[in-house]
């Protein structure tokens, strides 16, 4: 890249010199030509413009004497002084027609002589437009000829080239230096590019300033993190799920021993404390294997209407009985009416139980849990608070985490596996909805969650 970058500088800097050359010479010879062909150098000039008003005029050479032999009309840059130029640079001034017959001579009057075809060449041609009227011939003083303006145009070309390579010299150092400074920050992305994806997820990299090179810097330190970030859950996740299922099969081969050894006799008791825990296996591996396919986008959701608060009245049904025991009042403020909603019945129904089971969970005896339904214009919204002592500020940005248990204290038993919102969030983001939890401002915690109306997500 960095000698793309200084071939570009070399290519642009050359493109740039050849052009501007071209141009100057092309402007410089017409320029010399106008000068040097015209009378510039003879200090004629301003006479052969006048003689060519003159014919211009009056279509002929007839009278034309009054205008060459003048000292003080047309006759150069200081009108009459020019005689006075004429004479310190000893010059004659013919003029001749289109057959080089000469009609007026500064020096003889009464010679009526013709041009040869080098006087011709080196005349100045006069023209009416586009064609040739005469020739006016000066002699004397400084003479320019079109070999002279060949060199002269060779010499201003040789020193254009000498300003090219100068240029080019010039833009090369640049070139290099800049192309230096501008792939630094790309060379440090390039290896830490390259320590990141041999594992080393530290990489990051000084990024300053506001251009493109420091947003890819910034955009590789966010990304960089993003990775450590997940390998360090992935992780925390397989070290999670090893001591859940550390505890259940921990239970079931002591017990087991037990059975074999004959300090447990067999008997339907002690063979349902085994099945409890395989059951409980059971149940935590389902909960992963949901889990895993929602976060992938791969849980397969079967939409059809569904009725929300028959669904919620349902669940609420299910858990009146635990409530119960515990004097736990579940209270649901709904519209009456409210549209239907396209959703997988099972999974709203899984949603809603991870919900409310958290709630209860976190409820004191004799406490209450109130749901209430707003139906907005595209979508609806559950709200379900508790009369707990809410979720630790420190714990609201994980409560949504695999394994995560607010009070590390409590047992599974008491706690939970840690998984129940984690999927109750996935499932109803599958759904193109979403679920919130925040502390009231009075006592317990909040949840809120959010359903379109209309299926978002191609799930069948």
């Not at 067999?266 to 404390?273: F, W, Y």
């Amino acid at each position: 890249m960095r000698w793309r970058l200084i071939l570009s500088f070399i290519f642009i800097a050359l493109v740039s010199i050849v052009s501007v050359i071209l141009l100057a010479r092309r402007g410089v010879a017409n320029e010399v030509y106008a000068y040097m062909f015209r009378g510039g150098m003879t200090g004629s000039e301003a006479l052969v413009d006048a003689l060519e008003a003159y014919y211009r005029d009056n279509q002929t050479w007839q009278g034309a004497e009054s205008i060459l032999l003048s000292s003080g009309h047309g006759m150069g840059r200081s009108g009459g002084n020019q005689g006075m130029m004429q004479a310190m640079m000893g010059q004659r001034v013919r003029l001749a027609n289109t057959q080089g017959q000469v009609l007026v001579d500064s020096t003889d009057l009464g010679s009526a002589s013709s041009l040869n075809a080098e006087e011709i060449e080196n005349a100045i041609p006069l023209r009416n437009g586009q064609d040739v009227v005469g020739f006016l011939l000066t002699e004397g003083g400084m003479r320019f000829n079109q070999s002279d303006q060949t060199a002269l145009l060779n010499r201003l070309s040789r020193a254009g080239l000498i300003a090219a390579l100068v240029a080019v010299g010039i833009s090369t150092a640049l070139a290099l230096f800049l192309s230096y400074r501008l792939l630094v920050p790309v060379h440090a992305l390039t290896q830490a590019a390259g320590r990141l994806a041999q594992g080393d997820l530290n990489q990051r990299v000084q990024a300053k300033g506001n251009d493109e090179l420091a947003q890819l810097g910034h955009a590789f330190n966010h990304m960089a993190a993003s990775l450590q970030q997940s390998e360090e859950n992935r992780r925390a996740m397989t070290a999670d799920i090893a001591h859940e299922l550390r505890t259940p099969l921990a239970v079931q081969r002591a017990h087991l021993e037990a059975l074999q050894d004959g300090i447990y006799s067999p008997t339907p008791e002690n063979l349902a404390l085994v099945l409890d825990q395989n059951l409980l296996l059971t149940r935590l591996v389902d909960d992963l294997r949901t889990l895993a396919l929602a976060e992938s986008g791969q849980l397969s959701l079967n939409f059809q209407p569904v009725d929300l608060i028959a669904t919620i009245q349902g669940s609420i049904d299910q858990f009146t009985p635990q409530a119960d025991a515990r004097q736990v009042k579940i209270q649901l403020d709904s519209p009456g009416q409210c549209p239907k909603i396209m959703a997988d019945p099972a999974r709203l129904s899984q949603i809603l139980g991870n919900i409310l089971s958290n709630a209860l969970r976190y409820t004191p005896n004799a406490g209450s849990i109130e749901l209430a339904i707003a139906c907005q214009a595209e979508k609806v919204q559950l709200i379900i608070h508790d009369s707990g002592s809410g979720v630790p500020e420190e714990s609201l940005p994980h409560i949504f985490e695999r394994f995560y248990r607010g009070d590390r204290s409590r047992s599974r038993s008491e706690g939970g596996s840690g998984l129940g919102l984690a999927i109750a969030r996935q499932l109803a983001q599958a759904h193109g909805g979403e679920l919130t939890a925040a502390n009231h401002p009075l006592n317990g915690a909040v949840f809120t969650l959010t359903l379109p109306y209309t299926q978002s997500k191609g799930f069948e």
